[in-house]
């Protein structure tokens, strides 16, 4: 009934089912050959790209740290290549469209490395339920990205059309990071996250301080996304100071302007 079929490896686990959960919504919502790498229910990296090679190597790239015994969701087919790749670390699950006969010997050879074939799961993605001792809360999903026609640049310099797209991208993966969220991204791969604090301004901290640990060459110029509003300017700050270019938020503050004249001095 999950419309997805185990392969191989050990019987999944609560936290595997959360999980890979997580990650099938992500990878549902990307439009190239998309990996996406999950923690403890929250992304680590997510990487789109037209080779799914790279999209698997950048998505691994962006906290290979945090990506060990991760979960780990992918929207093509594994090949050999990519097999030998996955191989080089500590996986607890795979969920792929499918996999080449090659790749599934050279996988099966660890035998707890659950394998998981979704090339016939569809997400139905109607609601969202939260249980609270005998009560619950429904709500729809969130299917919305942003209204292209609603968004306002609100500082001196405008992004461009590659801009935008990458900008969309960064506030889509924003979405379904524990807030408060802070996400870098630098070429349809995320090069830094910052997850589920309770201060917006130590979500930046995390989110730069990973960036300059494992991808300190793709800060200069990346694209920052807020999944709320900046209360103060000292979190744009943060990031500015680590040489993100562009930021997305959705505004709201009644400082807002004090983290606009920010973001202009910057440029």
């Not at 901290?205 to 300017?233: G, M, V």
């Amino acid at each position: 009934t999950l419309g997805f079929t185990q392969l191989h490896g050990k019987e999944l686990s609560y936290n595997n089912y959360n999980d890979m959960f997580a990650s099938l919504e992500i990878l549902d919502s990307i439009k190239k050959f998309g990996t996406v790498i999950i923690k403890h229910a929250n992304p680590c990296g997510i990487s789109e790209n037209k080779n799914p090679l790279i999209s698997f190597k950048n998505a691994f790239a962006s906290d290979p740290i945090s990506a060990f015994g991760g979960v780990i969701a992918c929207n093509f087919r594994i090949t050999k290549k990519i097999a030998s790749e996955i191989n080089k670390k500590f996986s607890e699950v795979i969920l792929a469209k499918g996999f080449d006969k090659e790749s599934l010997i050279l996988l099966k050879k660890k035998k707890n490395l659950r394998l998981i074939d979704i090339t016939g799961f569809k997400l139905k993605n109607i609601t969202s339920l939260k249980t609270l001792d005998g009560s619950f809360l429904i709500q729809s999903k969130d299917q919305i990205t942003f209204d292209k026609k609603k968004l306002k640049f609100v500082t001196k310099l405008k992004p461009n059309k590659r801009d935008l797209a990458e900008i969309e991208f960064a506030f889509n993966i924003c979405k379904y990071v524990k807030s408060n969220a802070i996400i870098l991204c630098n070429n349809f791969s995320t090069i830094g996250v910052g997850a589920g604090q309770p201060s917006r301004l130590d979500s930046c901290k995390i989110a730069t301080q990973k960036a300059k640990q494992f991808q300190s060459a793709k800060i200069k110029n990346s694209i920052a996304a807020s999944d709320a509003f900046f209360p103060f300017a000292d979190g744009i700050a943060t990031l500015i100071k680590a040489g993100v270019k562009t930021i997305i938020q959705p505004g709201g503050s009644i400082r807002d302007q004090e983290v606009i004249n920010a973001a202009d001095k910057a440029k």
